[in-house]
């Protein structure tokens, strides 16, 4: 283990530099991650996603699925509540349900007007192995900066902010080796959840903005809402950040997929490092 020499750990305790060189080392990498995407926004607006089929039944539909959505995580927010509704396997199940019910609805109703969701959503764009590999280098691009956001938020609010409730859930199974939750709440954070949200916010939400909008317009309202809906305080200028280089990255290669990656990747990483905390033993 590196150790300094006694008489510079008199006058430089080691704690404060190693805390000195983590906080070095990762403004280095926020610096890359903005230049990173800095590249990216540099070459909007592209032609890559395919618009003109969006309309004024969406810019209808999409004003009252986001007035919904964020009027009821408004008042998850505003509204005082003596205790948080715990988490359970059956929740868990439903709101995968109402996630793809929504989805299937919104695929139904773009089919419904002979729109077809594959090309729309560019599902076809560039090849599955492409697009996974953008995803997985742009969320790598992306993470330093959104962990330093995280990071702030969270020395600002003293370590006293409220864990998001599917964290709390995860955490918990984890401790209590609870397979089965394990299972579910894995399904719905890696797999569902990147789905769902990417084909109804980056997909078709943003799709409906972008057709009236400019695109910094357009990606400031989509990653506020995303934020919003997430109903936790501590998370928001996080998951803000997130949803702008989602939209960035939908915006540049005009595939779903390519976001839909980055979210996966986002919510793996996310749960990994909860696992490892509680398996190892940390607080």
Not at 34 to 54: C, I, K, T
Not at 70 to 84: D, K, Q, T, V
Not at 87 to 116: E, M, Y
Not at 146 to 173: C, D, H, K, P, Y
Request: aromatic residues 10%; hydrophobic residues 60%; proline residues 6%.
């Amino acid at each position: 283990m590196f150790s300094l020499p006694p008489l510079a750990e008199a006058v430089i305790p080691q704690e404060t530099l190693v805390n000195g060189l983590f906080v070095l080392v990762l403004l280095v990498l926020v610096v890359l991650s903005l230049r990173g995407y800095a590249r990216v926004a540099r070459r909007l607006p592209s032609d890559a996603l395919w618009l003109e089929p969006l309309g004024p039944p969406d810019v209808l539909t999409g004003g009252i699925l986001a007035l919904w959505l964020g009027g009821m995580s408004l008042r998850a927010f505003l509204e005082p509540r003596p205790e948080s509704q715990p988490v359970t396997d059956q929740l868990l199940v439903q709101n995968a349900l109402f996630l793809g019910i929504i989805v299937l609805a919104l695929a139904g109703f773009l089919q419904w007007r002979r729109i077809p969701v594959f090309r729309l959503f560019g599902l076809g764009a560039i090849p599955w192995r492409r697009a996974a590999g953008k995803g997985l280098r742009l969320i790598a691009t992306a993470y330093p900066l959104i962990f330093a956001v995280n990071l702030v938020m969270f020395l600002s609010l003293e370590g006293e902010g409220e864990q998001q409730a599917i964290l709390t859930f995860f955490r918990q199974a984890v401790a209590e080796s609870n397979h089965r939750s394990l299972l579910l709440a894995a399904a719905t954070g890696v797999i569902i959840a990147p789905l769902a949200e990417e084909f109804l916010f980056r997909g078709y939400l943003y799709g409906t903005l972008r057709r009236y909008l400019t695109a910094p317009v357009a990606i400031a309202l989509n990653a506020a809402l995303f934020a919003l809906i997430h109903a936790n305080l501590m998370a928001l200028p996080a998951l803000f950040v997130l949803a702008i280089c989602l939209c960035l990255a939908y915006e540049a290669t005009g595939s779903l997929w390519v976001p839909v990656v980055m979210h996966l990747v986002f919510n793996f990483i996310t749960l990994a490092m909860v696992y490892l905390t509680v398996a190892s033993g940390m607080p």
